[in-house]
């Protein structure tokens, strides 16, 4: 059975950082490519970060891009998404997402972790 628990959100005010962590279980890790989305009340899911199964391909969305890096440990089976200079917009629910081949989309998902930033 794969589990993704994600850790490390909370409350923080804009200009802060956070540091979230995703532990995943039951799945090859070192050949998923992971993913971090999130989703803000109102609002639809949207994607804000994505590593390669080596770590050798990031990807992120305009929106963070210069602020959020991730970054992945395969010997630990993690996922990190680091925040930075974090706005109030960055305010969300963050999930974790494993996408394990051959697929195309990710294929597990977190519960997620609130990602609040005041102002």
């Known amino acids: 059975q794969v589990q993704l628990v994600e850790s490390g959100g909370g409350l923080v005010q804009a200009g802060g950082s956070l540091r979230l962590s995703c532990a995943a279980s039951?799945?090859?890790?070192?050949?998923?490519?992971m993913g971090w989305f999130r989703q803000a009340p109102g609002k639809e899911r949207e994607f804000v970060a994505g590593?390669?199964?080596?770590?050798?391909?990031?990807y992120y969305a305009d929106s963070v891009k210069g602020r959020f890096t991730i970054s992945r440990d395969n010997a630990k089976n993690t996922v990190y998404l680091q925040m930075n200079t974090l706005k109030p917009e960055d305010t969300a629910v963050y999930y974790c997402?494993?996408?394990?081949?051959?697929?195309?989309?990710?294929?597990?998902w977190g519960q997620g972790t609130q990602v609040t930033v005041s102002s």
């Open positions: 997402a494993a996408r394990t081949p051959p697929g195309l989309g990710y294929d597990f």
């Open positions: 039951g799945l090859t890790f070192s050949r998923a490519a």
């Open positions: 590593i390669s199964s080596s770590g050798g391909r990031l």
